[in-house]
Nanobody, 129 residues
Framework: QVRLEESGGGSVQPGGSLRLSCEAP??????????LGWFRQTEDAEREGVAS???????SVTDSVKGRFTISQDNAKNTLYLQMNSLKPEDTGKYYC?????????????????????RGKGTVVTISS
């Protein structure tokens, strides 16, 4: 069973920064081909893919966060990160770490709309003045 566990959420003012982390013990060792990433969801909106990274290190972020968010992974630590800068109120939501074995839906920020094999419980991000 794959376990994904997010941390790093919180409440900050507009313009602030947060770094989300997702521990994925053994995931990158176990699977040669995979997609890891983040999606977010609010009560009023559908799931929105935010960022993705594949086993080769190719990354993708959705247009609304380009230039502000960066996805990265530390394979040695089996940890996925999402560095979020210049945060805006519309970035508010619950952020989930997600993973697929292989790339059944491709591996880009939009892939998370279609599904995932595993996800964490989520971490809440609130941007408010």
């Amino acid at each position: 069973q794959v376990r994904l566990e997010e941390s790093g959420g919180g409440s900050v003012q507009p313009g602030g920064s947060l770094r989300l982390s997702c521990e994925a013990p053994g995931y990158t060792d176990k699977y040669r081909d995979y997609c890891l990433g983040w999606f977010r969801q609010t009560e009023d909106a559908e799931r929105e893919g935010v960022a993705s990274i594949d086993a080769d290190g190719n990354t993708s972020v959705t247009d609304s966060v380009k230039g502000r968010f960066t996805i990265s992974q530390d394979n040695a630590k089996n940890t996925l990160y999402l560095q979020m800068n210049s945060l805006k109120p519309e970035d508010t939501g619950k952020y989930y770490c997600a993973a697929t074995i292989g790339q059944p839906y491709g591996c880009n920020s939009g892939s998370w709309r279609f599904g995932y094999d595993y996800r964490g419980k989520g971490t809440v991000v609130t941007i408010s003045s």
